[in-house]
């Protein structure tokens, strides 16, 4: 497993975790979550990201059972809703995400998104005293642009922001024009979620390229040159950068199996060229 330093901190996160978006939804998967967590968490998987939005809670009371006996071996990363971001309301939440996950302390809170009611001041200072409390030991934030990252970090003093988790995949790259650079100038680790992309829908955004299409073909070709499925040269290419993990979603052992070869081993310049070429920033 590689790993990768979060931010300036000195800890080191695995680069490929375990995200779990739509976990908690559905009473009859439960067990099959569970269990895909002890398994990835078993085979050096143990960043695990949820959020206190992901199934009304449901996710972290997955991960909660989980993790209840192997807590120290895990580095855990929930994020607080926007609709929560007062000073009062993130303390709350805060307590509530510890019952569900069933634990004392949150390695890494973020901000879900920017708030539309809330002030990032009145977010920070309540996350400040989240780590004051020892609740908390470190603060990021989730879909954030430069300023609004840039205005977190101004209150909440000392304390650093190390985190930024935004999408991030061959077809959205938009990171990288400012974001990126700006990132790794201040020590922000990016958590990019998503890797395969979304799935299409009446918005346009694109999931990931289809079989017989023009750009899976390239990636399959790739692919094979390195023995490997065109989702490894995806989620290989994502975490080639220094500054970047990511957090796929896998439900099952042969899923967690597959992320885990798209680890140590690494492209060429000419299979760099070729994403670029067919996956413009």
Same mark, same amino acid.
């Given at each position: 497993?590689?790993?990768?330093?979060?931010?300036?901190?000195?800890?080191?996160?695995?680069?490929?975790?375990?995200?779990?978006?739509?976990?908690?939804?559905?009473?009859?998967?439960?067990?099959?979550?569970?269990?895909?967590?002890?398994?990835?968490? @078993?085979?050096?998987?143990?960043?695990?990201?949820?959020?206190?939005?992901?199934?009304? +809670?449901?996710?972290?009371?997955?991960?909660?059972?989980? #993790?209840?006996?192997?807590?120290?071996?895990?580095?855990?990363?929930?994020?607080?809703?926007?609709?929560?971001?007062?000073?009062?309301?993130?303390? &709350?939440?805060?307590?509530?995400?510890?019952?569900?996950?069933?634990?004392?302390?949150?390695?890494?809170?973020?901000?879900?998104?920017?708030?539309?009611?809330?002030?990032?001041?009145?977010?920070?200072?309540?996350?400040?005293?989240?780590?004051?409390?020892?609740?908390?030991?470190?603060?990021?934030? @989730?879909?954030?642009?430069?300023?609004?990252?840039?205005?977190?970090?101004?209150?909440?003093?000392?304390?650093?922001?190390?985190?930024?988790?935004?999408?991030?995949?061959?077809?959205?790259?938009?990171?990288?024009?400012?974001?990126?650079?700006?990132?790794?100038?201040?020590?922000?680790?990016?958590?990019?979620?998503?890797?395969?992309?979304?799935?299409?829908?009446?918005?346009?955004?694109? &999931?990931?390229?289809?079989?017989?299409?023009?750009?899976?073909? #390239?990636?399959?070709? #790739?692919?094979?040159?390195? +023995?490997?499925?065109?989702?490894?040269?995806?989620?290989?290419? #994502?975490?080639?950068?220094?500054?970047?993990?990511?957090?796929?979603?896998?439900?099952?052992?042969?899923?967690?199996?597959?992320?885990?070869?798209?680890?140590?081993?690494?492209?060429?310049?000419?299979?760099?060229?070729?994403?670029?070429?067919?996956?413009?920033?």
């Amino acid at each position: 497993m590689q790993y990768r330093k979060l931010g300036n901190t000195g800890v080191y996160i695995p680069v490929i975790g375990q995200g779990t978006w739509k976990y908690g939804e559905d009473r009859r998967k439960e067990k099959d979550e569970i269990k895909a967590l002890r398994y990835g968490i @078993s085979n050096g998987l143990n960043l695990i990201d949820t959020a206190e939005e992901y199934g009304d +809670g449901g996710a972290e009371k997955i991960v909660g059972q989980a #993790i209840h006996d192997i807590r120290s071996d895990v580095f855990l990363v929930t994020k607080v809703s926007a609709n929560n971001c007062s000073y009062k309301g993130v303390l &709350g939440a805060a307590e509530a995400s510890l019952e569900r996950l069933k634990t004392d302390y949150i390695d890494l809170y973020l901000q879900h998104w920017p708030s539309k009611r809330y002030g990032v001041a009145e977010t920070m200072e309540a996350m400040a005293e989240l780590v004051k409390k020892g609740i908390v030991r470190y603060i990021g934030v @989730s879909n954030f642009s430069i300023p609004l990252m840039q205005e977190a970090q101004s209150h909440l003093g000392s304390i650093p922001l190390v985190c930024n988790q935004l999408a991030y995949h061959l077809h959205d790259r938009r990171i990288e024009k400012e974001i990126l650079p700006y990132s790794k100038d201040n020590g922000i680790t990016i958590m990019g979620y998503s890797p395969f992309g979304f799935a299409p829908h009446k918005f346009g955004r694109k &999931g990931f390229p289809q079989v017989g299409s023009l750009e899976r073909k #390239i990636l399959d070709t #790739i692919g094979s040159k390195y +023995g490997k499925t065109a989702y490894q040269v995806a989620m290989n290419w #994502i975490v080639r950068q220094e500054s970047i993990v990511t957090i796929p979603k896998a439900v099952s052992k042969e899923h967690i199996d597959d992320n885990i070869k798209a680890l140590d081993w690494e492209l060429d310049k000419e299979d760099l060229d070729q994403i670029k070429n067919y996956f413009p920033q």
